[in-house]
């Protein structure tokens, strides 16, 4: 193997002090003494494979899987998905709720269940990869995250959350402690599909969508994209253009090529500019044409 090149075969090298509160404000503590020295660790499916390649070298890592506040899903005025939760337990809770199908589409094809019962979902939004499974869905669903430090919290919309490739707008005496979900109103239908190179692989591209439907007019849709742009986006100018609309094939193409003009994808280890252009425009036909059926489906 050339020296430099990726590989997760490596050993850890590094040396690390570990932390293990069981209380939020122990951990916001730390954060607060060793934030800038420090790494949160939930999983470590991302994190542990970025310090073996020497992409980051915490000085001392946070372990929040033993916070309890971190590792619940509670119903309220809003769904609350606390950041630590597996995200097989997230598959979980979903599977058999029909409001949340985008979802649980997603979690069934993210990685392996090996994977899914280390790693989080708040992990997924926070390690910011444009590929993460988790943030379409939960950009449809118009999900919103809380962020804490020592001095309290703040709650922004997953949109805002994301900045850059593997950059979010955390500081860094900032965690993430939840993600809030407001339930999808009657009528909503919801879908994700992903391509991928083999079965249990990071996607070339992904899209999820929710839709609101009465017959055959589409009273609103959110249509989100991963692997296209430097964090996963929502196609709100095709959104716009199907408001209000009736449904059929003409208007769906039309749409199609608008979303394939709205992307700038790159290509990249896991695919070409050319093939996540045109397979949005698939990806989305096929997924719209799901969600849409299962919003006129009977709850
Ligand atoms: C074999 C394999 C296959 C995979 N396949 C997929 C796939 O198909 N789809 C996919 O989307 N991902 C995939 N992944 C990536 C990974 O499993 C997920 O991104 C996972 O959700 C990360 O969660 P984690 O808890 O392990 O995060 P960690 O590795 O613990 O953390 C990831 C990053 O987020 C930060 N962080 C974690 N939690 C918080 C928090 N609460 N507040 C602030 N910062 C936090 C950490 O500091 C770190 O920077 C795969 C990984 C592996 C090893």
């Known amino acids: 193997m050339k020296e430099g090149t990726m590989t ?28 800038v020295e420090a790494k949160v660790m939930a999983g470590g499916t991302d994190l542990l494979v970025q310090m073996k390649q020497e992409i980051v070298a915490p000085k ?20 609350k998905v606390g950041a630590a939760v597996l995200l097989n337990d997230v598959l979980l ?5 029909k409001r949340f199908r985008a979802l649980s589409d997603a979690l069934e094809c993210l990685a392996e269940v090996q994977v899914r019962n280390m790693g989080t979902v708040g992990g997924n939004l926070c390690n910011a990869s444009p590929a993460a499974d988790s943030a ?24 805002d959350f994301f900045k850059d490739v593997n950059k979010t707008d955390l500081s860094t005496d900032e965690m993430m ?25 990071i996607s070339k591209i992904s899209c999820a969508i929710s839709v609101k439907r009465e017959g055959d007019i589409c009273l609103s849709s959110k249509i989100a994209f991963g692997s296209v742009a430097k ?37 990249d280890i896991r695919s070409t500019a050319v093939y996540r ?7 989305f036909l096929d997924v719209f044409d799901l969600a849409w059926k299962r919003a006129g489906e009977k709850k």
């Open 8 to 35: 997760n075969s490596r050993i850890l090298m590094q040396e690390f002090d570990y932390y293990s509160p069981t209380t939020l404000p122990e951990a916001l503590h730390f954060l607060k003494e060793h934030g």
């Open 60 to 79: 001392y890592l946070i372990n929040i899987r033993n916070i309890q506040g971190l590792c619940m899903i509670e119903h309220g005025k809003d769904l």
């Open 93 to 97: 809770f979903f599977k058999g709720d």
């Open 136 to 159: 379409p869905p939960l950009l449809v669903y118009d999900a919103k995250v809380k962020l804490a430090n020592s001095q309290g919290e703040r709650i922004l919309p997953l949109e």
């Open 177 to 201: 402690t939840e993600i809030l979900l407001p339930y999808p109103e009657d009528g909503t239908g919801g879908a994700f599909m992903k391509t991928k190179r083999v079965g249990a692989d």
């Open 231 to 267: 964090v996963p986006i929502r196609i709100k100018a095709a959104e716009n253009a199907l408001r209000k609309e009736k449904v059929n094939e003409d208007l769906l193409l039309k749409i199609g090529e608008l979303i394939m003009s709205e992307i700038n994808p790159i290509s």
């Open 277 to 283: 252009k045109e397979m949005a425009k698939i990806l």
